[in-house]
């Protein structure tokens, strides 16, 4: 009884799906197909319809007719006989086969393509962590088998991870060490869904030089000095232009698109703020080519400068200036060539490393000024709180804070290669 119910139900099921009694379950139709052949034979029966292509046949089951279905397998239409084998099992006594459209089976991501017809994968940066999935798109039918064949570039790793299920994607990922600037490889992709459709497709990778980095922090120049300073760059594709996006430069120094400052800093800008402080924030970008469209893409980056604008003896000290002691004016009376320190110099050799002597109320164990130490400078000491002797300047009006402070300043800023 049970092997005539179970011959009788397939008979009858199919039958009905046969006449088109089955609804679409999507908003496409499936073109309507027929039964055309079914045999049963030990314990087995064999099924044959008709399909059309952009369709998939999908053999069900069940134990009670009109309710949950359970799907035993799936095939592509082709346009020709497909056919379906199955045990005949006593618990599932019903069968049927289920047609729908067919999604079309794609990977992600799918551009921007390459004039091969590859997709560019985004690119890997040398030094840098890297990860990208390649995935089948939401249209297909899940579990996907996700199979690939080709190379990496050195340092990139390509893993299955969640294979035959509805997550399954190829990862490509990297740590950034062992990426050599400059590989490019390729790789072939393909995917299969669970009704046997499958599709492939090429991916470009590539390594690129990481975006330009600014390597200078601090720049020192000096009142009186012409100079010329490069800024250091790592990294990045000339040619590369550079811009000074907020901050003053010195007075007297100027910019240029190659990134060099040039100029003589002026005594003003060795006086700004009684510190000569510069803080800068500058952008460099590179002449990057986008390998898709062949445009340039620069590629940004900033830092920030603080640059020293030192004082000079001769212009800042001895000649008359704001907040300046001018001892081209006021200590030349008294110290001359034949009584040190000389004031009539105006270099800055005429101070550094120059004893005292013993032809004043300060003996030799003092040194006028040593470079970077104004508290070991008998200079600064004499016009502050003198070890020896009076206070200077002789009699007064003695220097006030902002005086004796740019004396302390220049002294610190003094190096033993000056000499003014």
């Known amino acids: 009884m049970v092997k005539e119910k179970m011959r009788f139900s397939v008979w009858c099921v199919f039958c009905l799906l046969a006449q088109g009694s089955l609804p679409a379950q999507t ?3 499936v073109p309507p197909f027929r039964i055309l052949s079914i045999a049963l034979q030990n314990q087995r029966a064999s099924i044959s319809i008709n399909s059309a292509t ?26 020709a006989a497909l056919s379906f084998d199955m045990p005949l ?67 990139i790793s390509a893993a299955l991870i969640n294979n035959h299920s509805s997550n399954a994607v190829l990862r490509l990922s990297s740590t950034g060490t062992n990426l050599v600037a400059g590989q490019r490889r390729q790789l072939t992709v393909t995917v299969t869904d669970a ?9 470009d990778l590539r390594v690129i030089p990481p975006p330009p980095a600014l390597l200078t922090t601090q720049i020192t120049l000096k009142t009186g000095a012409a100079a010329r300073v490069a800024l250091a760059v790592t990294n990045g594709t000339p040619p590369l232009n550079w811009t000074v996006i907020s901050g ?19 005594e003003d800008a060795s006086e700004l703020n009684e510190d000569g402080l510069y803080t800068n924030v500058f952008q460099v970008a590179d002449s990057f080519t ?3 469209t062949g445009k340039t893409v620069p590629r940004v980056s900033c830092g920030t400068i603080t640059t020293l604008v030192r004082l000079s003896y001769y ?23 034949t009584f040190p320190p000389d004031f009539t110099s105006g270099s800055a050799l005429s101070l550094m490393y120059i004893s005292a002597g013993t032809g004043g109320q300060c003996n030799g164990t003092y040194t006028y000024v040593v470079p970077s130490d104004p508290f070991n400078s008998l200079l600064y000491e004499k016009i502050t709180s003198p070890p020896c002797g009076a206070q200077m300047p002789q009699g007064g009006p003695y220097f006030n804070y902002i005086v004796t402070q740019r004396v302390w300043r220049w002294i610190n800023e003094l190096t033993g290669a000056d000499n003014d």
């Open 27 to 29: 908003n496409t139709v």
């Open 54 to 79: 952009g369709s998939v046949y999908t053999l069900q089951t069940s134990d009670v007719l009109q309710t949950y279905w359970t799907d035993l397998t799936n095939r592509p239409g082709n346009g």
């Open 89 to 155: 099992n006593d618990s599932r006594i019903f069968y049927r086969v289920a047609g729908l459209p067919a999604n079309r089976l794609t990977l992600v991501p799918s551009s921007p393509l390459l004039s091969p017809g590859e997709t560019s994968l985004p690119d890997a940066t040398a030094g840098r962590a890297y990860a990208k999935d390649v995935s089948p798109a939401a249209t297909g039918n899940p579990p996907y088998d996700l199979q690939f064949s080709g190379s990496t570039p050195d340092g």
């Open 195 to 203: 009704t046997g459709s499958n599709y492939s497709h090429s991916y």
């Open 248 to 266: 003053d430069l010195p007075a007297g120094i100027a910019f240029s698109p190659t990134g060099a400052l040039s100029g003589t800093p002026t």
């Open 290 to 292: 986008d390998r898709v």
């Open 315 to 337: 212009r800042n000290l001895i000649l008359n200036r704001p907040n300046g002691p001018a001892f081209g004016g006021i200590c030349v009376g008294c110290h001359g060539p």
